[in-house]
């Protein structure tokens, strides 16, 4: 009786042996078997639930990704720092003089920091084009008009009578920080020719079409200085941009100033700094001017 339980045991430890012996090298052959087709044939698997389907995602197109929303005020500081830093074409002699004059150090903070340039690339897709900006500008003069910041002699514009360029008011150490502006010039023949009640240059806001900056021709009796009234002017310009209420501004050095009719207003800009605007008339064109730089 004892042979046969021992001969049963050693059967049932033999039949395990070989189940392992035929298991593992089974096992073996399994996991090459995955680590060699099974990445290609997940692969494949995820290809067929992409490919030849239609996927819908929102992305920010080439451009506007470094797009940031700016407050009026911010925008208002921007392009006023930018139109201030604005360099000129030159010799290389001027241009090595007003460098010796001014030092390194001084040349790198008023150039290094802002930048106005003509945008060559064109219009987003979300900002006025050139087809557009004729008729949005006369849209926004007709709205001065009534708010009787523009007088309303003044004539509409048009392409056969002025050159608009695109440009981009770009802080550099931080250029997420910009702006772009459509500048319209009373083309150099008109200018000389019939330049009363006209608006000589404008800087107008590419995204929402609001006027920054203006100069103003009016005819040869249409304007008196001490007829005006800037405060209340200025206030107007003020709530049409969009920005806080003024505040008046005495200017360090009145020598800067080309005309004895002006009047200086700071608004707040961004971080610690401010904005100046003045509002002013030079008397001998009959030219009234609000200037943001």
Same mark, same amino acid.
């Given at each position: 009786?004892? =042979? /046969?339980?021992?001969?049963?045991?050693?059967?049932? !430890?033999?039949?395990?042996?070989?189940?392992?012996?035929f298991l593992f090298p089974a096992a073996v052959v399994?996991?090459?078997?995955?680590?060699?087709?099974?990445?290609?044939?997940?692969?494949e698997y995820k290809d067929r639930t992409i490919l030849g389907q239609i996927h819908e995602q929102e992305v920010l197109s080439e451009g506007e990704g470094y797009r940031?929303?700016?407050?009026?005020?911010?925008?208002?500081?921007?392009?006023?720092?930018?139109?201030?830093?604005?360099?000129?074409?030159?010799s290389e002699q001027s241009a090595a003089a007003r460098q010796a004059a001014q030092g390194t150090e001084d040349l790198e903070y008023q150039e290094g920091a802002y930048v106005f340039i003509q945008n060559h690339r064109g219009?987003?897709?979300?900002?006025?084009?050139?087809?557009?900006?004729?008729?949005?500008?006369?849209?926004?003069?007709?709205?001065? =008009? /009534?708010?009787?910041?523009?007088?309303?002699?003044? !004539?509409q514009v048009s392409a056969q009578d002025y050159d608009a360029v695109l440009y981009s008011a770009i802080d550099v150490l931080e250029p997420q920080n910009n702006v772009s502006v459509w500048k319209l010039s009373l083309s150099a023949g008109q200018s000389s020719r019939d330049p009363q009640d006209r608006l000589m240059d404008i800087y107008i806001d590419a995204d929402d079409g609001r006027i920054y900056e203006f100069y103003v021709r009016y005819a040869r009796s249409g304007c008196d200085w001490d007829a005006l009234s800037p405060d209340a002017l200025m206030e107007s310009w003020s709530s049409y941009m969009g920005l806080p209420a003024p505040e008046s501004y005495e200017e360090d050095n009145p020598l800067m100033e080309t005309t004895p009719y002006y009047r200086k207003y700071a608004f707040p800009g961004m971080g610690e700094g401010r904005t100046v605007v003045t509002l002013g008339f030079y008397e001998g064109i009959n030219e009234l001017f609000l200037r943001i730089s």
């Open positions: 009786m004892r =042979k /046969k339980v021992r001969t049963g045991e050693t059967a049932a !430890r033999s039949g395990r042996i070989r189940l392992r012996r399994l996991v090459l078997a995955l680590s060699i087709w099974g990445p290609q044939t997940l692969s940031y929303t700016l407050s009026s005020a911010e925008k208002l500081y921007l392009l006023s720092e930018c139109l201030k830093n604005q360099t000129y074409p030159e219009p987003s897709g979300k900002e006025i084009t050139g087809e557009e900006i004729f008729e949005t500008c006369n849209e926004a003069v007709n709205r001065l =008009k /009534k708010l009787g910041i523009l007088p309303k002699e003044v !004539r």
